[in-house]
């Protein structure tokens, strides 16, 4: 209907989510790019966590660092 849509999708669990709801406790995650490479980058690259994909992740970060 004209209306871009802006939503994400979690790279976690697939979930979608409103453009407004992912700057309210969504992350955003640009891959690195290889030094020299020459890739043309597209916008919106990147892949988007939902609040609960970023704390399990956030946990798992952790539970790694107590070992
Ligand atoms: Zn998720």
């Known amino acids: 209907m004209g209306v871009p849509s802006d939503d994400v999708t979690c790279a976690g669990c697939g979930r979608v989510g409103t453009a407004a709801e992912a700057t ?6 640009v ?3 290889p030094t020299g490479s020459t890739e043309p980058s597209r916008s919106g690259e990147g ?7 970023t704390r399990r992740m956030v ?7 107590d070992l």
């Open 59 to 65: 946990r798992d970060v952790e539970a790694r660092l």
């Open 47 to 53: 892949t988007y966590l939902c609040p609960e994909c």
């Open 24 to 29: 309210l406790g969504w992350s955003f995650d």
């Open 31 to 33: 891959p690195p790019r």
